[in-house]
């Protein structure tokens, strides 16, 4: 049972840490967040230019109730800060009509009467001229979806943490954690300080930490690529929204609008690397054929693009096997609470996962519905 004013640390100031800092001092409680890097840095999950926000989900109808309370979130925090963070640009999901993660995102849709179009081949060569559809294919528009902006976003954050009076201890390594009855010692290059709640928020890097994670996340290695556009008003945020490709081998990626006026963001959804060691410098190095891969696909479904000179860079996110998060309680003491293994669609919805980490660390519940990330379900001997 936490005491009524609780010292709360967030360990990891990146996505989830400095939302959760944020929405923990909207409330009033004493917080202190703890990251080795600057909030909106680029080495951890949060890094490479923009983020899709969809609310018809393929990855299930489930989350349409978190996504639209994130969605207010993410507003609340733009008139906060003054700050623009999520471009109304509508997202879009590419694909024939009975591919399942177009039938599962028209599917959320029409369980949550959310306001999606279907475009066929030839309404959405009218409408999206940059995109060669295969024969049959769809785009079906999310309208309620839109440009996150992660950098800015986890600034804004941190900003509003600090000015309701949260402590940073930015460029402070976490080295260990000591669970006792008075409470949990957070161990640094400074010495241990104690917390009566602890909210672990390291990313990819949690594996090193919690032995109930290490097992459920795989480290992998996500690379963008940036290519030029030949006519670049073409592909701004109204013309050429982000979205999901779904067009089979060569044809799986997600697409993002040029934020530059010169440059598209891609990124192969195909088999990834899986890295063992995080800080090893050769984990931001591509190998050049990547570039190949890429050039193939754009030359195949984004002709307007030009395939030379392609930029790429390298990021990672933890994943779990059945592709959602690691987020509660941890099962052997409930003062900790656990998020991890966003399996590469998690920023969208960290603002909400913020505040719900907030109720389970002053509370040890919370009204939303996210049993299904059960941090304890990969443990040997599990229920599914
Ligand atoms: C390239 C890419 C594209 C993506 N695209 C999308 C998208 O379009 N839409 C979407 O919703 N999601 C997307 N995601 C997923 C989303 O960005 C991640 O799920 C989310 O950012 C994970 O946040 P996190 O807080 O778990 O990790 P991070 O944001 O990496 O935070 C972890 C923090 O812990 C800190 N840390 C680590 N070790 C220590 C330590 N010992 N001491 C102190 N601090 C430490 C790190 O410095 C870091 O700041 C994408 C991910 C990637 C990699």
Do not use: C
């Not at 945020?237 to 779904?246: E, I, N, S, T």
């Amino acid at each position: 049972m936490t005491p009524a004013s609780p010292r709360i640390a967030v360990l990891g100031a990146g996505t989830m840490g400095v939302m959760t800092a944020w929405r923990l001092v909207e409330r009033g409680f004493a917080v202190t967040a703890i990251d080795d890097r600057e909030p909106g840095h680029s080495h951890g999950a949060a890094g490479g230019e923009s983020r899709i926000f969809r609310v018809a989900y393929k990855e299930g109808r489930h989350y349409v109730p978190l996504l639209r309370r994130a969605r207010t979130l993410w507003q609340d925090l733009e008139r906060a800060s003054g700050e623009r963070l999520l471009l109304p640009t509508g997202a879009l999901t590419v694909g024939a009509p009975d591919h399942p993660d177009v039938t599962e995102t028209l599917a959320s849709a029409r369980t949550h009467d959310l306001d999606v179009e279907v475009l066929d081949e030839d309404a959405a060569a009218r409408r999206f001229p940059p995109h060669r559809l295969l024969d049959g294919e769809v785009i079906v528009v999310d309208r309620a979806g839109g440009t996150l902006l992660p950098s800015a976003a986890l600034r804004a954050a941190a900003g509003r943490a600090r000015a309701h009076g949260a402590e940073l201890r930015i460029g402070e390594r976490v080295l260990d954690l000591k669970p006792r009855t008075d409470g949990i010692g957070v161990v640094t290059a400074s010495g241990t300080t104690t917390f009566d709640a602890v909210v672990s928020a390291l990313g990819p890097w949690s594996r090193r930490f919690w032995d109930l994670l290490a097992p459920a996340i795989e480290v992998r290695r996500v690379v963008l690529a940036w290519l030029a556009a030949r006519d670049p008003g073409g592909f701004r945020p109204a013309a050429f929204p982000p979205g999901v490709r779904r067009s089979g081998p060569g044809g799986d990626f997600s697409f993002f609008s040029s934020l530059d006026d010169r440059t598209v963001k891609m990124n192969l959804h195909i088999a990834r690397t899986v890295l063992e060691e995080l800080d090893d410098p050769l984990v931001h190095d591509v190998e050049a054929a990547y570039a190949e891969q890429v050039a193939a696909t754009a030359r195949r479904y984004l002709p307007g693009l030009e395939t030379t000179g392609i930029r790429l860079r390298a990021f990672f996110d933890g994943y779990t096997p059945d592709g959602h998060g690691l987020f509660g309680p941890h099962p052997d003491d409930p003062r900790i609470v656990l998020m991890a293994g966003f399996s590469g669609h998690g920023f969208k919805l960290s603002p909400l996962f913020g505040d719900i980490a907030a109720d389970l660390a002053t509370t040890g519940e919370t009204a939303y519905d996210i049993a299904g990330l059960d941090p304890a379900r990969f443990r040997k001997g599990a229920v599914a």
